[in-house]
């Protein structure tokens, strides 16, 4: 069973800046991507910003040149780092991975606050 664990959310004012963590219990290279996802009250779950196994990134517009995904594979972790965050970015982050054979795999979220 794959566990996801993620860590570094909290509290922060707007402008500032979080790292979020999250450790997988295998090689992230059996994945075909892994990515953050987010939800926020009242709304849908939306993608925030994935890597494939290849390197390859994406990101949401709205926060394109604020976030970045990034990974270390000697330590099997994907991170989020957020910069420049704002009240619109409040919501519980989740990791997510997807195996080679389209299985889905979540963390248990981390919740982001950004006073305004």
């Known amino acids: 069973q794959v566990q996801l664990v993620e860590s570094g959310g909290g509290l922060v004012q707007a402008g500032g800046s979080l790292r979020l963590s999250c450790a997988a219990s295998?090689?992230?290279?059996?994945?075909?991507?892994m990515g953050w996802y987010r939800q926020a009250p009242g709304k849908q779950r939306e993608l925030v910003a994935a890597?494939?196994?290849?390197?390859?990134?994406n990101y949401v517009d709205s926060v394109k040149g604020r976030f970045t995904i990034s990974r270390d594979s000697a330590k099997n972790t994907v991170y989020l780092q957020m910069n420049s965050l704002k009240a619109e970015d409040t919501a519980v982050y989740y990791c997510n991975a997807n195996s080679r054979w389209n299985t889905a795999y979540w963390g248990q979220g981390t919740q982001v606050s950004v006073s305004s």
């Open positions: 890597i494939t196994s290849g390197g390859a990134t």
């Open positions: 295998r090689s992230i290279f059996t994945f075909s991507r």
